[in-house]
T-cell receptor, first 110, second 114 residues
Framework: GENVEQHPSTLSVQEGDSAVIKCTYSDSASNYFPWYKQELGKRPQLIIDIRSNVGEKKDQRIAVTLNKTAKHFSLHITETQPEDSAVYFCAARGFQKLVFGTGTRLLVSP | NAGVTQTPKFQVLKTGQSMTLQCAQDMNHEYMSWYRQDPGMGLRLIHYSVGAGITDQGEVPNGYNVSRSTTEDFPLRLLSAAPSQTSVYFC?????????????FGSGTRLTVV
């Protein structure tokens, strides 16, 4: 089955810096790669997603890139703000199952 | 349109007790799933359903049962609770069983087994 690895587990940046979170997946049949943000005590919220027929997608300060050959995808957050502090999860969906990475705790210091 | 509704929000069980975590969605989503979230381990898939009457196992199904008699409801049953089942449980739904997009999560159930 699918296996998703996510790095780093924690990431500390200064406000205004960029943050990059990386994930790898194992199942070459996976075709959907969402990213979720989870604030303390809250449910995961979808922030951006990408399909396997697209290499990059942007939404304001957030971008995701996908390298199908290497089976890895990354989340890029530019001009980070304190409200970006949260746990971020990547996920990959193969046949009927959405499998998550173990999460990255992002801390943005003012 | 309430989205995905989970009940209860909190629950404390004694070892060996049984209970059912409820999940309901009002978006006519085909696909529904249950995850558990433990510190440092992300969200792990317990069971999922691609439509009424159809269920299948995820990564960590042992100790849990599910059924899907209607499109709207997907309850998760713990037959004999164990301390290892202490976790936060999330239900999630998606519109289409085959084409992945738009997963919506419920607000979660925090379960403690003592």
């Amino acid at each position: 089955g699918e296996n998703v690895e996510q790095h780093p587990s924690t990431l500390s940046v200064q406000e205004g810096d960029s943050a990059v979170i990386k994930c790898t997946y194992s199942d070459s049949a996976s075709n959907y790669f969402p990213w979720y943000k989870q604030e303390l005590g809250k449910r995961p919220q979808l922030i951006i997603d990408i399909r396997s027929n697209v290499g990059e997608k942007k939404d304001q300060r957030i971008a995701v890139t996908l390298n199908k050959t290497a089976k890895h995808f990354s989340l890029h957050i530019t001009e980070t703000q304190p409200e970006d502090s949260a746990v971020y999860f990547c996920a990959a969906r193969g046949f009927q199952k959405l499998v998550f990475g173990t999460g990255t705790r992002l801390l943005v210091s003012p | 349109n309430a989205g995905v509704t989970q009940t209860p929000k909190f629950q404390v069980l004694k070892t060996g007790q049984s209970m059912t975590l409820q999940c309901a969605q009002d978006m006519n989503h085909e696909y529904m799933s249950w995850y558990r979230q433990d510190p440092g381990m992300g969200l792990r898939l317990i069971h999922y359903s691609v439509g009424a009457g159809i269920t299948d196992q995820g990564e960590v199904p042992n100790g849990y049962n599910v059924s899907r008699s209607t499109t709207e409801d997907f309850p998760l049953r713990l037959l004999s609770a164990a301390p290892s089942q202490t976790s936060v449980y999330f239900c999630a739904s998606s519109p289409n069983r085959d084409r992945a997009y738009g997963y919506t999560f419920g607000s979660g159930t925090r379960l403690t087994v003592v």
